[in-house]
């Protein structure tokens, strides 16, 4: 998965979007990078890991100029590479290009396997690459139209941001898969995945891009291409249940409320009566578990607490056992969990390794008894759309009952969110979602290449 944010029209573009892309960090720790563009002239930085270790005044020095965009990127498999980081920035007989993506596109091979029999070079591994590749070749006048013309006959899930030389232009995948919203700013043009960026900045939120639309923003105006007109939407459920920082609003709701609305139905679905208090497993799943205490009447306690300096770059311990690494990044409080009948809630069971790992702690704490809820049903499937989610032999639930996967985390009770829960408790269902990671119902046939290889 991946943050994009993109500014026009300001004297400090290039600040103000390493600004943006730190309150977008959760949506990709493996690289960062940003694009400026300044009179004729292109400079980009892409570096590995957090932005903020390894992108200072230095840096954005480096990038002066009025419009901006950046990225930053997740990706647990393969290719974790700095060819891989994002925005692309190429010169063609135009003049420059950039681009951030945030999504997977279904049919990324078949589109670069025709560019490169006509002659294409690429320089990455990245789905997003062939998009770059197509906006050069248009022969389109206006930025907006090669835009659209690029992303035509392109499948799957993309949220764009695109600068060329001083036009930035934003796009959405007809069907809305990843969120991608509109701000203003002294003026200034600004786009972000999540509106947690706008706030950061300082900017006004306008509106969100709309499935199918193409945007333009440049020294005259505001452009906008509709190409979406009477699509189905499949936007991403889980960004609702997992993904998005509960201070943003994506597809047009709160995030905070989503979650507590979920925690509010789970205690409806699957009560844990007799139980003494409620607890999350710390951040995701804060919301969720105070919309359980408020439905089931059980206190909230803050019985777990997270370690918040665990970066990608920790090293195992050499005695590491099973839990080791969970146990560095979680640590239940004896004093609250000792002798106790706990609910535990959690977003979503993925491998279960985490969850495996925490219910051992807590019994270890002193725990009588373990109930787990989770705020989302069982993931049974890969997400083609820009979600690492592992493959489907590593998902706990991909094969296993509800019954086999509480006694393979060993808890005393496991109940998980039903489907139709789910999307009834969002803002703005039940219809519109994607949920093939829960339902199997795939929008699109899988990709070509699996997911994680030609990503993000
Ligand atoms: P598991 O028990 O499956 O190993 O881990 C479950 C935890 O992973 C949950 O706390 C959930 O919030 C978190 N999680 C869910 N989806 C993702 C994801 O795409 N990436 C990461 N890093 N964590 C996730
Ligand atoms: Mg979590």
Redesign the pocket.
Known sequence: ?CGIFGIRGHANAAALTQLGLYSLQHRGQESAGIVAYDNGRANGIRVMGLLGESFGPRELAQLPGRTALGHTRYSTTGSSTIENAQPALVAFRGGHIGLAHNGNLVNATELRQDLEANGSIFSSTMDSEVIVHRLARSHATSPEAKLAEAIEGIEGAYSLLVLINDTLLAARDRHGWRPLAMGTLDGATVFASETCALDIVGATYVRDVKPGEVIAVDASGIRTIDRGRNNPLHRCVFEYV??ARPDSRVFGGSVARARRALGRRLAIEHPAPGADFVFA?PD??NAAALGFSEESGLPLELALIRNHYVGRTFIQPTQAGRNAKVKVKYNPVREIMDGKKVVMV???????????GLVSLIRAAGAREVHMRVSSPPITGPCYYG???ADRAEL?AAQRSVEEVAGEIGVDSLGYLSLEGMLNAVPDGPDGFCHACFSGQYPTRPPTVPPGKCTE
Request: proline share 0%.
């Open positions: 998965m997992y993904f497993v995701s799943a959690d977003d979503s069971i993925v491998r279960g390794t985490t969850t495996r979600i690492d989610m706990i």
